[in-house]
């Protein structure tokens, strides 16, 4: 074995942030991959016999899909409070800021409940069309999203407040993964409840 | 600081002298994780290199539908998902899971949880796949639940890649050791990081895709074409150009092996680094899940009045197709370089890697020229061969991989005697299962059994094409048989062949400096790296002896 000279202890590099990062790309390519059939399933429809791509008998409930984009302003300024408190070492405003966090998240998943029952929106259509299917995979999938993100915000409250106050990287991990899903979701308001 | 604990917890190392079945299941061991995708990748390629025989066979003469007409198109989907997930890129991440963390010096895989979870992910879905193609489901099968279990297989098979790429990549960016910034990663460390980035983004757009497709199969067949559609949606990901990113990490080995086999550092070092990047260039074609091809149908290469939009569709193809294929070709290029004035010691490895690496240019070459639409090659099976050369030539340098770091991961080596006549037995074998559908491709015959089946009953299959799909089909089973002869001599060698010290190749990166195979945490000390070749610094002369 070759003796090569010993090194002392490496700096660290920030693997649960760089780890998240990546996720959130993986995520970002997943929601931005399914918003581009969307948008060619929609193109198509609009094309066709029809001309519309949201069925005749249905409208999008504007008042739940924007209180959502609203609520997830709110939880990206949470997820930086966190941070920020953090930083300081105060641990009381860590986790009210997680806190809220999490409640913000649970309203939009129930938010995202009002859209579906306030829209009676069937997935099975007997026209063909692929506009119910397609709804329900992408919103979905956003829900699942959400799901996880409250995961991680409880694995953070639990491991930050039961005292390792010290690993600060995984609330700045946390934040990022509501970023991401901030601007997953900005996307996602804007093609499928905003354009229609 | 990291808040995860990445340091594996093993009760026994990969040196342990008895490893129960309990250990390998709930091991995070990169190294146990590793080999395990990679032998049961290869084991997957004896099956899918018999299919790909078994239709080749089918196609001398299809009217006499040996295989029976309702399972050519699974039998087609297998041999093309299979091909790429059950075998390529498994054995590719699989080899980039045991060796990357020990080349950058690192006393583990970053999450290792992750990439087992991803790991058990992968070989369920794929055993789900199996299973539901055995049972008449999968694309244009006709039993309903099975083609329904196939496809959500589909998806946790990607998840679980997905996650492995994730780990992998994430090991390179934080766990290197002191000194070894990015220009000084070892040349497969970095062609794996540029693979598994490109795989972090091409495998969530098909999970996507697979999503919609599940929901539309269960709740409404028109909208995405039903068991018949399954293809025609995932397909941009199992063609070229997006295979190049699956192949990328063979391309970095056939690399690494040149400055070995030379005795000497990589000259141009930062170019050969620059030419890999190139070829992930190829993801972003599965990002916009299309093939890019030239769109000048009929109006052949007349530039009449069309000029700029011509060269706007030129600029499009070629930054998809041909960039990639350029960074390859740099890798070629290069390596004579090394060789200048050098006392090269050609090894199996080298002639594995390097002819593997031919391989998947001539797939390359392929991809561009069924890009090109007034070549008139596209739905023939011109597209088939590219992708039996570009799989075949990847998977060609990940045998020659397993030869390489062998030593490395199980102690003991494999004979070179042995192992070099297998690299030009494969080598054969790709030639035979992919030269020939090119020159089949310009004579039109179809390529697509999942198409109009019309266009595959009316086609005369005699005459030249019965020799050609003979070819073919013999190219599989030479491949068969270089894969099997490959896993004995494997078996042999790694269980009761000749200890193989803990630098046998006279190696220049990290994994070298360790114990042959190496404690459960890699290195008994962190080390300080100083250049790119951290062991050709520590030797007399400053080079390889």
Same mark, same amino acid.
């Given at each position: ?196 | ?139 244009? $099968?006709?039993?309903?639940?099975? =083609?329904? %279990? !196939?496809?959500? &297989?589909?998806? +946790?098979?990607?998840? @679980? /890649?997905?996650? #492995? ?13 002191? $000194?070894?910034?990015?220009?000084? =990663?070892? %040349? !497969?460390?970095? &062609?794996?990081? +540029?693979?598994?980035? @490109? /795989?972090?983004? #091409? ?343």
């Amino acid at each position: 074995m070759l003796a090569l000279p010993p090194a002392a202890p490496p700096a660290p590099k920030r693997q649960l942030f760089v780890g998240t990062a990546l996720a959130c790309s993986a995520g970002t390519a997943l929601i931005g991959g399914m918003l581009a059939l969307w948008l060619r399933f929609r193109s198509a429809a609009i094309n066709g016999t029809d001309h519309r791509w949201l069925p005749k008998k249905y409208s999008i409930p504007e008042v739940p899909s924007n209180i959502m984009l609203v609520s997830f302003i709110g939880i990206a300024v949470f997820a930086q409070w966190a941070v920020y408190a953090a930083r300081r070492d105060d641990k009381r405003h860590v986790g009210m800021a997680l806190g809220l966090v999490g409640l913000f998240a649970v309203a939009v998943i129930n938010a995202q409940a009002a859209v579906y029952s306030q829209m009676g929106l069937p997935i099975r259509d007997k026209t063909g069309s692929a506009y119910g299917v397609m709804f329900y995979a992408i919103t979905g999938t956003f829900v699942a999203f959400l799901i996880l993100g409250i995961v991680f915000t409880m694995v953070t409250a639990f491991r930050y407040l039961g005292g390792r106050t010290t690993e600060r990287e995984i609330v700045t991990a946390h934040a990022i993964y509501w970023y991401f899903t901030t601007a997953a979701f900005a996307m996602l308001w804007f093609v499928v409840y905003v354009t229609k | 600081m990291t808040t995860i604990d990445t340091v594996s917890n093993t009760a026994t190392g990969s040196s342990g002298a008895a490893s129960s079945i309990a250990d390998w299941i709930t091991t995070s061991d990169h190294k146990r994780i590793g080999r395990a995708m990679i032998v049961l990748g290869l084991l997957a390629l004896l099956g899918i290199a018999v299919v790909g025989g078994l239709l080749g066979f089918e196609r001398i003469d299809i009217n006499s539908v040996s295989l029976g007409s309702g399972s050519i198109p699974q039998l087609f989907a297998i041999d093309r998902i299979g091909l790429a997930f059950f075998a390529v890129v498994p054995v590719m991440l699989g080899l980039g899971v045991a060796v990357v963390p020990l080349q950058v010096g690192a006393r583990s895989l970053a999450f290792p949880r992750l990439a087992a979870a991803g790991f058990w992910a992968w070989f369920f879905g794929m055993a789900l796949i199996i299973i539901s193609i055995c049972a008449n489901g999968g694309p244009n $099968g006709g039993a309903t639940k099975y =083609v329904a %279990l !196939f496809i959500s &297989s589909y998806a +946790v098979m990607l998840g @679980g /890649l997905t996650f #492995v790429a994730i780990a992998l990549a994430a090991t390179v960016l934080t766990t290197r050791a002191p $000194g070894m910034n990015m220009r000084r =990663v070892p %040349l !497969f460390a970095w &062609s794996v990081l +540029v693979s598994t980035l @490109g /795989l972090i983004l #091409v495998l969530p757009v098909t999970i996507g895709a697979v999503i919609y497709l599940y929901l539309s199969y269960r709740y409404n067949r028109e909208a995405f074409g039903g068991n018949t559609g399954i293809l025609h949606w995932v397909g941009f990901s199992l063609t070229q150009p997006t295979t190049f990113v699956y192949a990328l990490p063979a391309i970095g080995f056939a690399a690494e092996m040149v400055p070995v086999t030379a005795r000497g550092r990589m000259p141009m070092r930062g170019v050969v680094l620059g030419g890999l990047g190139l070829v992930g260039v190829a993801a972003f074609a599965g990002v916009t899940q299309t093939e890019h091809p030239l769109p000048w149908s009929g109006s052949k290469f007349y530039l009449g009045d069309l000029f700029w939009q011509k060269l706007g569709d030129i600029l499009n193809w070629g930054f998809f197709n041909v960039l990639p294929v350029l960074g390859a070709v740099v890798v070629l290029l290069l390596a004579p370089l090394a060789f200048k004035g050098s006392k090269p010691k050609i090894n199996a490895p080298f002639v594995f890697g390097i002819f593997g690496l031919l391989m998947v240019l001539v797939g390359m070459a392929g991809g561009i020229l069924n890009g090109i639409i007034d070549l008139g090659l596209r739905g023939t099976v011109f597209e088939e061969g590219a992708y039996v050369y570009v799989c075949y030539g990847a998977l060609l340098a990940g045998m020659g991989a397993v030869a390489y770091w062998g030593p490395k991961l199980w102690g003991r080596r494999m004979p070179d005697k042995a192992v070099g006549p297998l690299a030009l037995l494969g080598v054969l074998a790709t030639v035979l299962a992919g030269f020939p559908y090119y020159i089949a491709g310009f004579a039109n015959q179809p390529g697509d059994f999942t198409g109009p089946a019309k266009d595959l009953v009316t086609f005369s299959y005699s005459g030249p094409h019965a020799l050609w799909n003979t070819l073919a089909t013999i190219g599989h089973g030479l491949m068969v048989i270089t894969v099997l002869a490959f896993i004995a001599l494997a078996l042999k060698s790694f269980t009761s062949g000749a200890a193989a010290g803990d630098d046998p190749w006279d190696a220049h990166t990290l994994e070298w400096a360790t114990s042959s195979p190496p404690p459960t945490d890699n290195f008994a000390a962190m080390h300080t790296v100083a250049s790119a070749e951290p062991l050709i610094d520590l030797k007399p002369s400053g080079e390889a002896s």
